[in-house]
């Protein structure tokens, strides 16, 4: 079984820069996808960042390459979406996944995530 446990959102301004971690909680950490997404009100959950514990091997949207970075902390169990530039746009429930995958190409789509945690608010101000 596998737990997650998202933190880290809030208010920030346009601008701004935030860190989320997602607190992971299974076992063979070495074997999942770890992935971050987002869904703003009245739109669908979308994919933001995605990193493969085992190598490290990252992926990211067109919407936030350049400006988020996604990495994991073997050590604490955690990962970690810094993300930085916020727009308004930005604003969204932040949630962390995980896939439990053996080969092929770092998960994206958010059908092929099995475990979600409860998310967290990231609000933007203008």
């Known amino acids: 079984q596998v737990q997650l446990v998202e933190s880290g959102g809030g208010l920030v301004q346009a601008g701004g820069s935030l860190r989320l971690s997602c607190a992971v909680s299974?076992?063979?950490?070495?074997?999942?996808?770890m992935g971050w997404f987002r869904q703003a009100p009245g739109k669908e959950r979308e994919f933001v960042a995605a990193?493969?514990?085992?190598?490290?091997?990252?992926v990211y949207a067109d919407s936030v390459k350049g400006r988020g970075t996604i990495s994991r902390d073997n050590a604490a169990n955690t990962v970690y979406l810094q993300m930085s530039s916020l727009k308004p746009e930005d604003t969204a429930v932040y949630y962390c996944?995980?896939?439990?995958?053996?080969?092929?190409?770092?998960?994206?789509?958010?059908?092929?995530?099995?475990?979600w945690g409860q998310g967290t608010q990231v609000t933007v101000s203008s």
């Open positions: 990193i493969r514990w085992s190598s490290g091997s990252t």
């Open positions: 996944a995980a896939d439990h995958v053996a080969f092929g190409s770092i998960s994206r789509p958010t059908w092929k995530y099995a475990y």
């Open positions: 299974a076992r063979t950490l070495s074997m999942y996808d």
